[in-house]
């Protein structure tokens, strides 16, 4: 196995069947890797099937009848495989938090389902909660916090377990700029202090250039890989965003992201 490769997708194209006369061909031949440890984002146009691909590297079933054809790897396993043996942690744009349970209660949830003693589970959260800053806020209920909180709470709860990968799809959409940049921080804190792999989709340029190692731009559906990006620029990145290196990145990214929508 090969280790040094989070995940690989490999010729990936999927077809939802619509009726009879109509299949919609969303992924075309969709080939890339993401290296361990590395920080990589997919951006595309919206529609063009970022969701659907990361629900299959999720492993989480698509909810209509699709033909799929190629093949995914996370570690060497299939998603669903990787996905039981608790490899991936994934974070949506919707923190989907359990509104009765504190922020302590939420992040131990995963903990519980998987059998942990409870003198482990506290364990676990206590460290987390105070590795992420979290804990004046413990005994809180979702509610009772902003977007950016709540989701930083539900990232907390992938982290329970100690994935190696985190995929997020669209996590900080709602948020306004401030918080979204304060978060982006975070997750970069996260990964290089947790030393974790991310797979991170968006439709925000800005963010993509800022997070991220390489950024893979699709193009609209049948959406194929139109463009990979190396990201050459050290971290932290709020002392380089005002460079000329970083806008031309975002320039670059933006030309390619208006070719590939049209
Ligand atoms: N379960 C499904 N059945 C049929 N079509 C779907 C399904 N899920 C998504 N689609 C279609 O596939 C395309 C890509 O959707 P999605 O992956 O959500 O795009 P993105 O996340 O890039 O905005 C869209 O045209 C959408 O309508
Ligand atoms: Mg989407």
Redesign the pocket.
């Known amino acids: 196995m090969d280790n040094s490769k989070a995940i690989t997708v490999e010729n990936f194209n999927?077809l939802?069947?619509?009726d009879r006369t109509k299949h919609?061909h969303?992924?075309e031949n969709i080939s890339f890797d993401v290296k361990n440890s590395s920080f990589v984002s997919i951006i595309?146009?919206?529609?063009?099937?970022?969701?659907?691909?990361?629900?299959l590297i999720s492993g989480l079933p698509?909810?209509?009848?699709?033909e799929i054809g190629g093949k995914i790897r996370i570690y060497g396993r299939k998603p669903e495989t990787a996905s039981k043996n608790r490899d991936l942690g994934l974070i949506l744009q919707k923190p989907t938090l359990l509104e009765w349970r504190t922020v302590a209660e939420n992040i131990e949830l995963p903990l519980e389902i998987m059998g942990y003693q409870k003198e482990k589970r506290g364990k676990i959260v206590t460290k987390l909660l105070n590795s992420m800053d979290l804990t004046p806020y413990s005994h809180y209920r979702p509610s009772e916090l902003s977007g950016g909180m709540q989701q930083k709470v539900s990232i907390g709860r992938a982290l329970a377990y100690n994935p190696k990968l985190l995929l997020m799809?669209?996590p900080f959409a709602a948020l306004d700029e401030v918080n979204r940049r304060r978060m982006n921080n975070e997750i970069i804190n996260i990964w290089k202090e947790m030393n974790k792999t991310i797979l991170f989709?968006t439709?925000n340029i800005q963010e993509a250039v800022y997070l991220s190692q390489k950024v893979i731009v699709?193009s609209k559906?049948p959406?194929t890989v139109y463009k990979t990006v190396e990201i050459d620029l050290k971290y932290p990145r709020n002392e380089v965003e005002g460079c000329s290196k970083y806008f031309k990145y975002i320039k670059e990214i933006r030309e390619y992201l208006n070719e590939a929508s049209n």
């Open positions: 999927v939802f069947n619509g919609l969303v992924l595309g146009p919206s529609g063009c099937g970022k969701s659907t691909l990361f629900r698509t909810k209509d009848s699709c799809d669209e989709v439709h699709l559906k959406s």
